[in-house]
């Protein structure tokens, strides 16, 4: 069961547009919602990240909203660039030791000329 | 910078082999983690490692072992490969237990079962 949904499973965006992409979950226990992103041929990489005591986080184009009541995180990429096509990922911890997460099932995101 | 590498980008093999995969880590971090890769389903988490010769199982453990000897070194194990893992194959890496704490991804390992 997935613990993290997350959706669309595919977007596409034209350039300088905004692309959304939304994650849900249960556990209130978590902690910590970091996204990563991944290009073809390459491994996850971690974006940007947020913890549930702030609403929103902003790195350069990149932010996170957190509905905290709603259970809900997402992200935005303003001003979407072609640069910006790759798998988005959001993830929460798992906690029980160590720093797993689990992972939502993934965004693949193409942002047309 | 952090580097995460996988023994192989691509790799073939047949049902019933015994498969490696070997992930090798350079910053000393103390946690370890295999997951696969599929499309529509995200990454799953099959073993996790939080010192050397400590294993935890993930989501899906069936038909994998994994072995850690050294800090650094985490491989995992297909004991009789089956076509139903064709996969791709992540290794990460993370410094300590802190939920905070980032992973840190190797390129993968793209496998086939024939």
């Known amino acids: 069961q997935q613990q993290v949904k997350q959706s669309p499973q595919s977007l596409i965006v034209q350039k300088g547009g905004i692309s959304i992409i939304n994650c849900a979950y249960e556990n209130t226990a978590f902690d910590y919602f970091p996204w990563y992103q991944q290009f073809p ?23 996170i909203s957190f509905n905290k009541s709603a259970k809900q995180f997402s992200l935005h990429i303003m001003d979407s660039q072609p640069g910006d ?6 993830a929460a911890p798992l ?7 689990t992972f939502g099932t993934g965004t693949q995101l193409k942002v047309e000329l | 910078d952090v580097k995460v590498t996988q023994s192989s ?10 498969v490696f995969l070997e992930c090798v880590q350079d910053m ?7 997951y696969r890769q599929d499309p529509g389903l995200g990454l799953r988490l099959i073993y996790f490692s939080y010192d050397v010769k400590m294993k935890e199982k993930g ?5 994998y072992s994994v072995s850690r000897e050294k800090k ?12 139903n893992q ?23 390992t793209r496998l086939t079962v024939l």
């Open chain 1, 41 to 63: 041929g390459k491994g996850p990489a971690l974006l940007i990240a947020i913890r549930p005591d702030v609403s929103e986080k902003k790195e350069g184009r990149f932010t």
């Open chain 1, 85 to 90: 096509s790759a798998t988005y990922f959001c």
């Open chain 1, 95 to 101: 906690g029980g030791g160590g720093n797993k997460l």
């Open chain 2, 9 to 18: 980008r691509y790799l073939v093999k047949r049902t019933g082999e015994k």
């Open chain 2, 28 to 34: 000393d971090h103390e946690n370890m983690f295999w």
């Open chain 2, 59 to 63: 989501d899906i453990p069936e038909g």
């Open chain 2, 72 to 83: 650094e070194r985490f491989s995992l194990i297909l004991e009789s490969a089956s076509t």
């Open chain 2, 86 to 108: 064709t996969s791709m194959y992540l290794c990460a890496s993370a410094q300590g237990e802190m939920s905070t704490d980032t992973q840190y991804f190797g390129p993968g």
